[in-house]
């Protein structure tokens, strides 16, 4: 520091004693010294004071100032001490108005017993977090819905409540909606006809829906919160149900179907549903639940059942009608038998008849014509000439009923079959058929062995033949026909054919008609096969098939 001189001394004056005037100028000197640096250390203090309330005020500000939430911070009396900039931009008001407002003066009416009671907390609280939420008034008088988070801070002064204003608008906005959504949910679940049951892990009822209480005969609120065995007035019937549940649960990607009984003691029959069963996460992932689905099956079970039982005495009547069908059809073959028998009895004792009224014919009438006309010729001589005409014309008669006797003796039994056989007997029939018919016929046989064809087969194949023909003859209307004649290891097979008028065998067979049905009759007797082949105006063919050995044959020498 630049050393300053006497003043008198300076300007050149004397010296009153040199030692005191030196003392009285230091003691000037010191003096102004100190009033010098006394006024420069009270400008440094000025500079001190200012700086440090600068930074005071920083402090103060910070970190609450440029927290990015809304923060006030007020005393036990809840009078805002502090504010930062988010609050006064939350709440709409500079942060001068808001210090030393009361904070209950930004509280709706309706809430401000929250607020109240969030104060109480807080005071009551010594390092606690206190957590409310409520609506505040606005600077545009919109209630904003915030979240107050309270700390308390312990001052020398006094204990002061740092408080968070979290602005919850969107969160309640977003849990509105939700709460909407749950409750559109929950109708649905409500309305859906199908039994629902959500279970948490240890098979105890959450959750129920309408058709669920319906079905069991339940209230929601008896039945949430109990474990589904002990569910009331339920009698599950089924073994290992709930095992199967907790296998559902531990096997949570599939969807388990099974059928399960039970006893409602409060409906008359027992219940058949079909369950699923499916594992559901919680959205916090917290637990697992299970969701079961019950379908109502008992109708269509009961249904089944019923089916089944009928299916089975349809399968009795069933089995009962094949038994009295097959014993019918025994009777009907004894019948159809016993019938056979019958007819072949009736065609041999036609057949000995004829031979009989043949054997008659010819023996008795024909010896007595015979005799008779020995007798006239005997008497020629004796009688008067005028009765000679007479006489010749009752010759004539004579011989022609001779003639008339022999030849229906021969249609009634040609011996000729029983002599020559059944070649013979045909090639003789077909003579004196074209004689008396003026019908040609045309033969023809394979070669044959007649010691293998008995006489019931030969005299059946005779008359089914001559039957034919007198069928040509009457109603053809031909000049010619055919007939051939085969004869394998094991049956006789032969054919009338006329290329004539022709018939509908499908009328014919509904009328009465006796050569047909003759036809018939002795290819049955004979167990053979027989059709008719015809149409108008397209002839008719006649195709017989006659085994050689029926094993129903019974040989009678006819
Ligand atoms: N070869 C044929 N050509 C044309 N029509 C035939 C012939 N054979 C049978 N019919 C028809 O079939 C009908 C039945 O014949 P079926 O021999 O049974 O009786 P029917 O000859 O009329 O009388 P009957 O009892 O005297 O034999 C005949 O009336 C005739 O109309
Ligand atoms: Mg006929």
């Not at 001394?9 to 000037?28: F, K, M, N």
């Not at 029959?269 to 299970?290: C, F, G, N, T, W």
């Not at 006309?373 to 001589?381: C, E, H, I, P, T």
Request: charged content about 25%; proline content about 4%.
């Amino acid at each position: 520091m630049k050393r300053l001189l006497h003043p008198e001394v300076a300007l050149g004056r004397p010296v009153r004693s040199r030692r005191a005037d030196r003392l009285t100028d230091s003691v000037e000197d010191l003096r102004k010294r100190w009033e010098q640096e006394k006024a420069e250390s009270e400008m440094l203090v000025e500079e001190l004071r200012k700086v440090r309330a600068g930074v005071d005020q920083v402090w103060q500000r910070s970190p609450s100032e440029f927290a990015p939430i809304a923060q006030v911070t007020f005393d036990g009396k809840a009078k805002i001490e502090q504010t930062n900039a988010e609050a006064a931009a939350l709440l709409g008001i500079p942060p001068d108005t808001l210090r030393n407002m009361p904070f209950s003066a930004l509280v709706c009416a309706q809430d401000l017993s929250i607020f109240l009671e969030h104060l109480r907390n807080c005071r009551n609280s010594h390092s606690r977090k206190i957590v409310s939420e409520l609506r505040v008034q606005t600077a545009a008088r919109v209630p904003l819905p915030v979240q107050l988070v309270s700390v308390p801070l312990h001052q020398e002064t006094g204990s002061v409540f740092q408080t968070a204003l979290l602005d919850v608008t969107d969160r309640q906005r977003a849990e509105i909606i939700a709460r909407g959504e749950r409750a559109n949910a929950e109708k649905i679940v409500q309305t859906i006809p199908l039994p629902l049951l959500l279970l948490d892990h240890t098979l105890r009822i959450r959750k129920v829906n309408r058709a669920f209480c319906e079905i069991f005969h339940a209230t929601a609120s008896i039945a949430e919160g109990r474990m589904l065995a002990q569910l009331e007035d339920v009698r599950w019937k089924s073994s290992g149900l709930f095992g199967r549940l907790r296998e559902a649960l531990v096997n949570g990607s599939a969807i388990v179907h099974f059928q399960v009984h039970c006893e409602v003691s409060t409906r008359r029959d027992p219940l058949v549903l079909m369950l699923q069963a499916k594992r559901l996460e919680r959205p916090d992932h917290s637990a697992s639940d299970l969701l079961l689905v019950f379908e109502d099956i008992t109708r269509s079970e009961q249904a089944r059942q019923e089916r089944e039982h009928l299916m089975r005495q349809l399968q009795t009547a069933r089995d009962d009608l094949e038994k009295r069908i097959q014993e019918r059809t025994a009777e009907l073959v004894a019948a159809n038998a016993r019938l056979q028998a019958l007819s072949r009895r009736l065609v041999d004792a036609q057949e000995t008849e004829r031979r009989r009224i043949a054997c008659e014919l010819h023996d008795e009438v024909g010896q007595n014509l015979t005799a008779l006309k020995l007798f006239l010729n005997s008497q020629v001589r004796s009688l008067p000439v005028e009765f000679s005409g007479a006489f010749h014309e009752t010759a004539a008669a004579l011989d022609e009923l001779l003639e008339q006797v022999r030849r229906m003796a021969l249609d009634l039994r040609p011996h000729v079959l029983d002599d020559l056989g059944l070649l013979a007997a045909l090639q003789w029939h077909f003579k004196t058929y074209q004689a008396r018919t003026k019908i040609r016929i045309r033969f023809t046989h394979s070669a044959m062995t007649e010691e293998l064809i008995t006489p019931r087969l030969k005299n059946a194949v005779f008359r089914i033949t001559q039957e034919a023909l007198t069928n040509v003859a009457r109603h053809a209307r031909v000049k010619e026909a055919f007939v051939r004649l085969r004869q394998s290891s094991l049956a006789l097979q032969f054919e009338v054919t006329d290329t004539g008028r022709g018939f509908d065998p499908q009328l014919v067979a509904s009328t009465v008609s006796s050569g047909l049905s003759n036809i018939q009759e002795r290819v049955s007797v004979a167990a053979g096969q027989c059709s008719i082949i015809s149409a108008p105006g397209r002839g008719t063919k006649l195709t017989v098939k006659l085994p050689l050995a029926p094993h129903t044959t019974e040989e009678s020498g006819t």
